[in-house]
Nanobody
Framework: QLQLVESGGGLVQPGGSLRLSCTTS????????IGWFRQAPGKEREGVSC????????KYADSVKGRFTISRDNAKNTVYLQMNSLTPEDTADYYC??????????????????WGQGTQVTVSS
């Protein structure tokens, strides 16, 4: 059974940085793309970033380009989201996800069916 667990969230001041981790188990991470999503109170869930199964392809939402960096260490079964220059607009619950199927290795920002429980990020002074 695919399991994903996020960590690394917290309270940070505007302009600060956080690194989120997504630790996986129950499946071979090498075979799966991983996506990061976020949902702010009262807003729809937004696809933030994704990385293909071997790390060769990444995508970012326009709202985070140049500030967030996704990476993965398959040997450690972990995917990271480095978030820099944070603003209050980045405040949200952040989730990592994977999806099953023949194309599960491909990076995309929709259509995920396995989710972690989320980690909260609050950007405030």
């Amino acid at each position: 059974q695919l399991q994903l667990v996020e960590s690394g969230g917290g309270l940070v001041q505007p302009g600060g940085s956080l690194r989120l981790s997504c630790t996986t188990s129950g499946f071979t991470l090498d075979d799966y793309a991983i996506g990061w999503f976020r949902q702010a109170p009262g807003k729809e869930r937004e696809g933030v970033s994704c990385v293909s199964s071997r790390g060769g392809r990444t995508k970012y939402a326009d709202s985070v380009k140049g500030r967030f960096t996704i990476s993965r260490d398959n040997a450690k079964n972990t995917v990271y989201l480095q978030m820099n220059s944070l603003t209050p607009e980045d405040t949200a619950d952040y989730y990592c996800a994977a999806y099953s199927g023949l194309l599960s290795a491909l990076c995309r920002l929709s259509g995920y069916d396995h989710w972690g429980q989320g980690t909260q990020v609050t950007v405030s002074s």
